[in-house]
């Protein structure tokens, strides 16, 4: 309805502009005209009178027209009949007037020099009023016909354009959250509608993975809470059912594991769920990786019976959040300690605007096609199914959302002595 109504508003505006600028233009061409008509007629007239070959004022004339010869003391000499009697018609030789006889008629007048004598001709205006009067007509009958026309027009074009529109409208309506696998029409075309579809329809295919992914999370977490819960019922039960074949200290041990099991495991989703939501905060500070590195080295090598290469370790500086970037290093320090046979290497270096660490294992490496999905969440390969040895499956992804969180990239590959390596790049610091 709208853009009928701007349309017919503009349409109607410039048709209704465009018929009286016609009409003024048109009149103006024919009194143009009449005028250059009348003139010409006076000059014939005073040229055939300064021949000797006046004719008699009475032939050729009609009510439309009228003749004066008016002399040189501006008395009438002769003229048609229906103006016998009337006083001269004051007009300049070469030029033209409006003027008004004495019956009411307009005329146009234009006067010529023939000898000591004016001749001064006139021209009814009559059609050029009549011929304005019927361009008018045809305007105010021609106009309302194109502004339906054109309403007419515009409405349909309008609604086909926008019917498209109404199918999405309809079929995003009838989705729910338990039918995202459905889509919108698109379209063959490649118009504005169009892409709109195709933008909902990869819209609606994020919803749907952002659903999998959460129901998936939700899942796993569960099946990773469910474990200790049942450790921690287990050894009470027994506690409460046979007393004597616990100790209260193998108890309290028990439980505490299990509780910092699922300690670390709710801190982990918290951090991974600000991490969804984009509210990591993070602090900007310079930061030596090197003293992160060498310190993490040390905990290994303090708590592993692994050896523990830092030869490669150079100066890097970067700005970010010492605790989170701490926190990457424990986890990738972790991981390696967990797949390696006898020794781990750890590394620093600046390379192409940023700054490299890399952690190296000497176990069984990770498959190629495995490489990117290990940095997912709840993802364990096989080798690292058992609770006790491959933990949850989020250490890695921490790693990676912490590191995107910096502006980083994590990459994994195979190390020098055959087992794993993880390249972590993080933009360089003043």
Same mark, same amino acid.
């Given at each position: 309805?709208?853009?009928?109504?701007?349309?017919?508003?503009?349409?109607?505006?410039?048709?209704?502009?465009?018929?009286?600028?016609?009409?003024?233009?048109?009149?103006?061409?024919?009194?143009?005209?009449?005028? *250059?008509?009348?003139?010409?007629?006076?000059?014939?007239?005073?040229?055939?009178?300064?021949?000797?070959?006046?004719?008699?004022?009475?032939?050729?004339?009609?009510?439309?027209?009228? &003749? @004066?010869?008016?002399?040189?003391?501006?008395?009438?000499?002769?003229? !048609?009949?229906?103006?016998?009697?009337?006083?001269?018609?004051?007009?300049?030789?070469?030029? !033209?007037?409006?003027?008004?006889?004495?019956?009411?008629?307009?005329?146009?007048?234009?006067?010529?020099?023939?000898?000591?004598?004016?001749?001064?001709?006139? @021209?009814?205006?009559?059609? &050029?009023?009549?011929?304005?009067?019927?361009?008018?007509? $045809?305007?105010?009958?021609?106009?309302?016909?194109?502004?339906?026309?054109?309403?007419?027009?515009?409405?349909?074009?309008?609604?086909?354009? $926008?019917?498209? &529109?109404?199918?999405?409208?309809?079929?995003?309506?009838?989705?729910?959250?338990?039918?995202?696998?459905?889509?919108?029409?698109?379209?063959?075309?490649?118009?504005?509608?169009?892409?709109?579809?195709?933008?909902?329809?990869?819209?609606?295919?994020?919803?749907? @993975?952002?659903?999998?992914?959460?129901?998936?999370?939700?899942?796993?977490?569960?099946?990773?809470?469910?474990?200790?819960?049942?450790?921690?019922? @287990?050894?009470?039960?027994?506690? $409460?059912?046979?007393?004597?074949?616990?100790?209260?200290?193998?108890?309290?041990? !028990?439980?505490?594991?299990?509780?910092?099991?699922?300690?670390?495991?709710?801190?982990?989703?918290?951090?991974?769920?600000?991490?969804?939501?984009?509210?990591?905060?993070?602090?900007?500070?310079?930061?030596?990786? *090197?003293?992160?590195?060498?310190?993490?080295?040390?905990?290994?090598?303090?708590?592993?019976?692994?050896?523990?290469?830092?030869?490669?370790?150079?100066?890097?500086?970067?700005?970010?959040?010492?605790?989170?970037?701490?926190?990457?290093?424990?986890?990738?320090? *972790?991981?390696?300690?967990?797949?390696?046979?006898?020794?781990?290497?750890?590394?620093?270096?600046?390379?192409?605007?940023?700054?490299?660490?890399?952690?190296?294992?000497?176990?069984?490496?990770?498959?190629?096609? *495995?490489?990117?999905?290990?940095?997912?969440?709840?993802?364990?390969?096989?080798?690292?199914?058992?609770?006790?040895?491959?933990?949850?499956? $989020?250490?890695?992804?921490?790693?990676?959302?912490?590191?995107?969180?910096?502006?980083?990239?994590?990459?994994?590959?195979?190390?020098?002595?055959?087992?794993?390596?993880?390249?972590?790049?993080?933009?360089?610091?003043?």
């Amino acid at each position: 309805m709208r853009t009928t109504l701007g349309a017919l508003l503009v349409v109607g505006l410039a048709l209704a502009l465009g018929a009286v600028a016609l009409v003024l233009v048109m009149r103006a061409t024919l009194l143009q005209q009449a005028e *250059d008509a009348v003139q010409a007629r006076a000059d014939d007239l005073a040229a055939a009178m300064a021949a000797g070959r006046a004719p008699a004022l009475g032939d050729g004339f009609d009510d439309d027209s009228f &003749v @004066q010869v008016v002399d040189g003391s501006g008395v009438v000499a002769d003229a !048609t009949g229906n103006v016998t009697g009337a006083e001269a018609v004051d007009v300049e030789p070469g030029r !033209t007037a409006r003027v008004e006889l004495p019956a009411g008629d307009e005329m146009i007048a234009a006067a010529a020099s023939a000898g000591d004598q004016v001749v001064v001709v006139g @021209q009814s205006v009559e059609d &050029v009023g009549e011929a304005t009067a019927v361009v008018i007509r $045809l305007l105010a009958a021609g106009l309302p016909v194109a502004l339906a026309v054109v309403g007419f027009t515009t409405w349909r074009a309008a609604g086909r354009a $926008l019917a498209p &529109v109404e199918a999405i409208r309809s079929e995003v309506d009838a989705i729910s959250g338990s039918q995202l696998h459905r889509r919108v029409p698109e379209g063959t075309g490649h118009d504005e509608i169009s892409r709109l579809a195709r933008t909902m329809n990869r819209m609606l295919g994020r919803l749907e @993975q952002a659903r999998s992914r959460q129901r998936k999370f939700v899942s796993d977490a569960s099946h990773e809470l469910r474990s200790p819960v049942a450790s921690i019922r @287990q050894h009470a039960e027994v506690a $409460l059912a046979h007393p004597g074949r616990t100790t209260v200290p193998e108890l309290a041990g !028990t439980v505490l594991a299990e509780d910092l099991r699922v300690q670390h495991l709710v801190e982990d989703l918290l951090l991974l769920a600000r991490a969804d939501e984009r509210r990591l905060r993070l602090a900007a500070r310079s930061v030596d990786v *090197d003293d992160l590195v060498l310190d993490e080295s040390r905990r290994l090598r303090r708590d592993t019976g692994l050896a523990v290469d830092t030869t490669g370790v150079s100066a890097g500086r970067v700005n970010g959040d010492a605790a989170a970037l701490r926190r990457v290093l424990r986890n990738l320090g *972790d991981n390696a300690v967990r797949h390696a046979s006898a020794a781990i290497s750890l590394s620093v270096s600046e390379h192409d605007g940023g700054v490299v660490v890399t952690v190296d294992d000497d176990g069984p490496g990770i498959p190629a096609a *495995d490489r990117e999905r290990v940095l997912r969440r709840f993802v364990r390969l096989d080798e690292a199914r058992d609770r006790d040895v491959g933990g949850v499956g $989020l250490g890695l992804a921490i790693v990676d959302e912490l590191v995107a969180a910096h502006g980083g990239a994590v990459e994994v590959g195979d190390a020098p002595s055959g087992g794993a390596r993880v390249v972590v790049w993080l933009p360089a610091g003043r």
